[in-house]
């Protein structure tokens, strides 16, 4: 069975610019979550969804960050414009109903912002 | 500080010693989990602990949990040097609306020297 993925694996970009980092979660899992962990800090969550619905988009920064999740499979999160406090890791992860607890991690998108 | 801390921040031990990384949280939880992350990889979930428990064993990894003073320990025994990592615990909260959110600690960062 594949595990998460994620793409890219790096990014570097410059401020102001637009980046899209993608997710597929292992398939079956309908919760899909986004984390991330910015340049010394802890690993904070972003946002949830179940199947295409945003269960909890408490974690989002601002409005520079949009995620979706069409057709309750793969997920996007952009940001748009870039700023230079966006860089980190970004980690997505799943996991079955029933089984929200036990997440499994993809390997993260780190993303540079100049 | 933070929900879900973990001490020390860092950890340097022989091959064969214990490892014993400590974390400590403010609010009532669900459960607790401690994650592994080696250097540039997803993190990958070792133990769950429920609130309702107070020890649990996997392998060489014996996880502690006390509610009422609102910490976890992990013990790691007979390391290896493959258990080089960091190591997050994470906490589920109790109740709200968001069903599979996790808390992060800023991790403990072990070294197992050959």
């Known amino acids: 069975e594949a595990g998460v993925t994620q793409f890219p694996s790096h990014s570097v970009i410059e401020k102001g610019q637009t980046v899209t980092l993608r997710c597929d979660p292992i398939?079956?899992?309908?919760?899909l979550y986004w984390y991330r962990r910015v340049m010394g800090k802890e690993i904070k969550f972003l946002l949830h969804f179940v199947k295409e619905s945003k269960q909890d988009e408490s974690g989002m920064p601002n409005n520079r960050f949009l995620a979706e999740r069409t057709g309750g499979t793969y997920s996007t999160l952009k940001v748009q414009p870039a700023e230079l406090e966006d860089s980190g890791v970004y980690f997505c992860?799943?996991?079955?109903?029933?089984?929200?607890?036990?997440?499994?991690f993809g390997p993260g998108t780190r993303l540079l912002v100049l | 500080s933070q929900q879900g801390e973990e001490d020390p921040q860092a950890l340097s031990i022989q091959e064969g010693e214990n490892a014993t990384m400590n974390c400590s949280y403010k609010t009532s939880i669900n459960n607790l989990q401690w994650y592994r992350q080696n250097s540039g990889r997803g993190l990958v979930h070792l133990i769950l602990?429920?609130?309702?428990?107070r020890e649990k064993h996997s392998g060489r990894l014996r996880v502690t949990l006390d509610t009422s003073k609102k910490s976890s320990s992990l013990l790691i025994t007979a390391s290896r040097a493959a258990d080089t990592a960091s190591y997050f615990c994470a906490t589920a909260v109790a109740g709200g609306t968001s069903y599979g959110k996790l808390t992060f600690g800023q991790g403990t960062i072990l070294t197992v020297h050959p």
């Open positions: 602990i429920r609130s309702n428990e």
């Open positions: 398939s079956g899992h309908d919760n």
């Open positions: 992860a799943s996991s079955q109903a029933g089984l929200e607890w036990t997440q499994y």
